[in-house]
């Protein structure tokens, strides 16, 4: 295992307690999914060099689909990427008519990330970045002071390269109005006008609702709106590369609310929605962006009310009927998250102890045989072939951890005994699956 900081340590343990995936250290819990990391970083490979791609990674609740995401972004982000991962929800949706796929676009840009900016809603210390870039540039090329490009100098200049660097964006779609939006950020900047810097970002972020207000403020006579926030998401990912980063990652997770959207028309307009986007990604149209989606095999694969339903995906994703082989084909536009090995488990727990005990300043022992005992009191419970995930496994083990941290008298034999006495019942069903809640409207 490599060397772990306590920082990520005490990230890992509290994310893991809360029941969330930790947004550091994930390599340090990274087992049994070799071959996907390796897809992962050629992808990133390519994607960097200007191709793009779309991929669905595939399984049952608790079976790893956003430990899978977090993996993605973090790797994403030591490439130098621009990430932003969200959830999917009823009110943010891919076709929608009534500003829900704006909402969607908004999420995604509030949501990105870099390498040094983890903390979210950093879209204009981005372009701030940028512009700060291009006065170094037009500084060195001319040999003009850097304090007078701040003070407002050779405007036109700094606005022309702006501008001629988006002008060379492949994805035509909103560029030009997104150019207008950061040169009215650059006069805000050198103008000391926070409010104008202000409106500039929320055009970028999707946040003007209509050309009228946008025409008023920037005198931009287009938004970013349900239609067309695809190619503003086009455009971002070719800016974040003119501006220096390898590329824009965006990951969908719970995909499983478009798969409970009870209207079918609804379902089928987004199924189009993403078809046309699967299309962009995979045939090149899309540049320097790479597209992630978590969803439950039924989101994907059911053929009544899932994206199998609609037709075209269909032939796109293929079928289900591999779900049960060991083989792994990472080529795959939709991957099925394969269950870890009985040897994976134990050395995600080993690996798992040393972190809790670095987090923890303690000295917590399992030998090898401790840890089997406590793999085998979960696995032979009754239903733990269906319903027991990873999740639930390391829940369990950090509850016993805990309870010998803090009844230190009382022997791990002890605690293993009485845990799996009260765990003789079956298995149940995640609860956080919730296929059999009522469906969206």
């Known amino acids: 295992m490599a060397k772990i900081n306590p920082k990520q340590a005490q990230v890992i343990i509290k994310s893991l307690e809360a029941g969330i995936v930790p947004n550091m250290g994930i390599e340090h819990l990274l087992v049994g999914r070799r071959a996907e990391v390796e897809e992962i970083i050629e992808v990133l490979d390519e994607v960097s060099k200007g191709g793009s791609d779309l991929r669905f990674w595939v399984g049952d609740f608790g079976s790893g689909k956003s430990f899978m995401l977090a993996t993605i972004e973090q790797l994403a982000l030591s490439k130098n990427f621009v990430t932003s991962t969200i959830d999917l929800a009823p009110q943010r949706r891919f076709y929608a008519t009534d500003k829900k796929a704006q909402a969607l676009y908004r999420e995604i840009a509030d949501n990105i990330k870099t390498k040094t900016k983890r903390s979210g809603n950093v879209l204009g210390e981005i372009v701030e970045e940028w512009i700060m870039k291009i006065f170094t540039e037009l500084s060195s090329e001319n040999l003009w002071e850097m304090k007078d490009l701040i003070k407002g100098e050779y405007k036109k200049d700094v606005e022309e390269k702006i501008l001629d660097a988006i002008d060379a964006f492949d994805s035509v779609g909103l560029s030009y109005e997104m150019g207008q939006a950061i040169v009215k950020y650059y006069e805000g900047l050198v103008g000391n006008d926070r409010d104008l810097k202000t409106k500039a970002i929320r055009w970028l972020r999707g946040d003007i609702s209509t050309k009228t207000e946008a025409k ?22 070719e800016l974040f590369h003119s501006i220096g980063f390898s590329g824009f990652v965006i990951n969908f997770d719970e995909a499983v609310n478009l798969y409970k959207l009870a209207q079918s028309v609804t379902r089928e307009r987004n199924y189009e929605r993403i078809l046309n986007i699967y299309n962009e990604a995979k045939s090149g149209k899309a540049k320097n962006l790479f597209i992630n989606f978590g969803a439950t095999r039924a989101t994907v694969f059911d053929e009544s009310r899932g994206m199998s339903s609609y037709g075209a995906l269909a032939g796109r994703l293929g079928s289900i009927d591999d779900k049960d082989l060991k083989l792994i084909n990472t080529k795959k536009t939709a991957l099925i998250l394969k269950p870890l090995t009985e040897e994976e488990i134990f050395t995600l727990l080993e690996n798992l102890l040393n972190i809790y005990n670095i987090n923890y300043k303690e000295e917590i022992h399992m030998d090898k045989e401790t840890i089997i005992r406590y793999m085998e009191g979960q696995l032979n419970r009754p239903g733990a072939k269906e319903f027991l995930t990873p999740r639930a496994v390391i829940k369990d083990f950090l509850e016993i951890l805990d309870l010998k941290r803090q009844n230190p008298d009382i022997s791990i034999d002890q605690i293993l005994a ?13 609860p956080q699956d919730h296929d059999d809640d009522i469906f969206i409207l």
Not at 216 to 232: P, V
Not at 418 to 430: A, G, I, M, T
């Open 216 to 237: 008023r403020e920037l005198g931009i006579g287009e938004i970013i709106n349900d239609d067309n926030y695809f190619e503003a998401i086009k455009n971002l990912s």
């Open 418 to 430: 009485s845990k799996f006495q009260n765990l003789s019942s079956p298995v149940e069903k995640d």
